[in-house]
């Protein structure tokens, strides 16, 4: 069984040796772990932006569920384009499965990068508008995505030293995905 491995886990200096620990993860569990890197594509090329797109989507294609990095992102939120590719995978009905190594709420997420004040009993923003306030660790969308379609995000008690290499989280959702893969084949 196929795996999508998604995440911003592309951007790091390291990123082909965490998509090597995390395919080698998920072959302890007789998974198939496919990183966006494995894809060659020119960075010079004029249309290589285009390319790692169709590359990636070929890749989902090919996948039977997708584990997605949903840590925090330049921001409180997931990383635009992992996002994207969660709602792919639920689009086509595969197992959708996510961690977070922040188990912190939106809101205080929010907190993290600006003033959020009480109009009225709605939390407001630095820029004015409503901060979404459902005690959840992101966006609605993404946290009832997994509920629905996989199983709920995976965090961790507390955010680990190292948000970005620490696989504790990972390693769960890749359980999880050896245990319902099988029936799901059936």
């Keep these: 069984m196929n795996i999508y491995l998604a995440g911003p886990d592309v951007f790091l200096p390291d990123a082909l040796d965490m998509g090597r620990r995390k395919a080698e993860l998920c072959a302890r569990y ?4 496919l990183f966006p890197l494995d894809n060659a594509v020119a960075l010079a090329a004029h249309d290589a932006s285009l390319q790692i797109f ?4 070929a890749m989902m294609d090919r996948a039977d569920a997708i584990i997605a990095n949903l840590t925090p992102f330049r921001g409180p939120s997931a990383d635009a384009g992992t996002v ?20 912190a709420t939106y809101v205080d997420r929010v907190a993290r ?3 959020i004040s009480n109009r009225d009993g709605l939390l407001i923003g630095a820029d004015g508008l409503a901060v979404e306030d459902f005690g959840l660790p992101d966006n609605l969308m993404l946290i009832h995505c997994l509920d629905l379609h996989g199983a709920p995000l ?8 190292d948000l ?5 989280a990972f390693e769960s959702c890749v359980q999880i995905a050896a245990q319902r893969l099988p029936r799901l084949a059936t």
Aim: net charge negative.
């Design 54 to 57: 169709r590359g990636n989507e």
């Design 154 to 161: 995976v965090t961790p008690r507390s955010a680990p030293a």
């Design 113 to 115: 990068f600006e003033t």
């Design 30 to 33: 007789g998974l198939t772990g």
């Design 164 to 168: 970005w290499h620490d696989l504790a």
């Design 84 to 103: 994207y590719e969660l709602g792919y995978m639920a689009g086509r009905s595969k197992l959708v499965l996510g961690y977070s190594n922040d188990p």
